[in-house]
């Protein structure tokens, strides 16, 4: 064997040994991936259900604002009914309400005017 071979045979244990430290962090790359995708899957696995529950659940709550907004309708409809049953009531017994209180009051005062001048009681002649 000459220099040359054994050089080369020196060169070539060094590039293997030089493999084999490179493969090792390789190897752990490799695994590295394998529980990232394992991860992954796993994720989708668990979020699948997850979204097919919340668009149940969203569907749910549309369907509880759709009757929420009917009743809400249906609120406003009797209020204003109820508006317009107090303004017929306050039209209707209001207006002769007022005129009998007008009228009673104008007897009341005509009763008085008859009596003659309130004399003042004993009770203010007393304070004084």
Avoid: H, W
């Avoid at 009051?105 to 003659?116: C, K």
Wanted: net charge positive.
């Amino acid at each position: 064997m000459s220099g040359g071979d054994i050089a080369g045979l020196i060169a070539a244990g060094v590039f293997a040994i030089l493999v084999a430290f490179l493969a090792l962090p390789l190897i752990k790359l490799g695994g590295v991936f394998d529980e990232t995708r394992a991860a992954i899957k796993e994720l989708s696995d668990n979020v699948t259900p997850i979204l097919e529950e919340s668009t149940v659940t969203i569907q749910e709550a549309n369907k509880q604002i759709a009757r929420v907004d009917t009743i809400t309708k249906n609120v406003a409809e009797v209020t204003g009914n109820v508006t317009s049953l107090v303004a017929l009531f306050a039209a209707s017994v209001g207006g002769p309400l007022i005129k009998v209180a007008g009228f009673s009051a104008a007897v009341r005062a005509g009763i008085l005017s008859f009596r003659g001048p309130k004399q003042p009681s004993s009770r203010r002649r007393r304070s004084k």
